[in-house]
């Protein structure tokens, strides 16, 4: 028993170092993205304010005209990856309210359901009526859902289940969502790098392989954990744990 104590700490304290160096490795790359969204945002500012002003220039007609259009519409592109990035490496604050987590997924479901990506999606709701509210940015949680759902969608070839689970642990203080799609599943080589920003496997001009690195540096802003459990060829399942905090104290602040 003991022997088999000491081996269960051994793994315990693998696993929590593992965990540290993964969120150290993260916090680099995020350190290293805010930078450089910095730098780039001053140049593309330039390219933004000067191809508007030739947009609005008289002798811009024709091919010049399509052209400066062209400029201002890849130059909006790098400005929602620069912002991106921003999010990513949480230099964007939350703006932090009591929610109710089921109400924030529902409006998340009722913005995608009639796009075409979803039409051939059964949308499955496994919600804890009794979930407690807790105390997170809506819209930024919005953000973290439908990015999940999207790449839920597109892993299914717009085709399966999703399911969506909300419940709450009152042993660990934490309400999960759980994202779950009936999609081709994540190679073991891939999981490592799921959160690190620009990876993706979609084509050029499919995906930027943001999404996930956005919902990681949202979910960890909200002193939460995103885990993921994948299957090749059955599907894939994300986790998110939001831990409960102080909802009294946001109350009596807006009171
Ligand atoms: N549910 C899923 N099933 C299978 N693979 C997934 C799933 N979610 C994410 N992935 C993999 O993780 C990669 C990164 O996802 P992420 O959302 O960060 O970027 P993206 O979807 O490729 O591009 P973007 O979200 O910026 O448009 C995806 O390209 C895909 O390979
Ligand atoms: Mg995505």
């Known amino acids: 028993m003991a022997s088999a104590l000491k081996e269960r700490d051994k793994q315990l304290k693998e696993f929590a170092k593992s965990k540290i160096m993964e969120s150290e490795r993260l916090a680099l790359i995020g350190q290293l993205a805010a930078n450089v ?11 933004v304010t000067y191809s508007h002003l030739l947009l609005e220039n008289d002798s811009c007609n024709g091919s010049s ?44 479901i009722g913005l995608v359901e009639y796009q075409a990506l979803f039409h051939n999606i059964e949308i499955i709701k496994e919600f804890d009526e009794n979930l407690p509210m807790i105390v997170v940015d ?50 073991e080589a891939n999981v ?20 996930l690195a956005i919902s990681y540096g949202i979910v960890r802003e909200h ?24 909802v009294e104290e946001v109350v009596d602040a807006r009171a």
């Not at 990876?199 to 999404?211: M, Q």
């Not at 894939?236 to 102080?246: D, G």
């Open 65 to 108: 005209m399509s052209s400066a259009q062209k400029i201002v519409t890849q130059a909006n592109r790098c400005r929602d990856i620069i912002r991106g990035l921003l999010d990513f490496s949480r230099q964007r604050k939350p703006d932090k309210t009591v929610c109710n987590i089921n109400a924030v997924i529902d409006e998340c």
């Open 223 to 246: 002193n939460g954990s995103i885990s993921v459990d994948s299957e090749l060829g059955k599907g894939t399942s994300f986790l998110i744990k939001l831990p409960m905090n102080a």
């Open 37 to 47: 969204a910095h730098e780039l945002n001053n140049p593309l500012q330039g390219i």
């Open 192 to 211: 490592r790098k799921l959160f690190d920003p620009f990876f993706t496997t979609k084509d050029v001009g499919h995906g930027t392989g943001l999404g």
């Open 138 to 187: 809506p819209s930024q949680m919005q953000q973290v859902i439908i990015n999940m759902v999207v790449n839920a969608a597109e892993a299914m070839d717009e085709s399966g289940q999703l399911t969506l689970v909300t419940g709450y642990d009152p042993v660990e203080k934490v309400i999960e969502i759980k994202i779950r799609d009936t999609g081709q599943g994540i190679p």
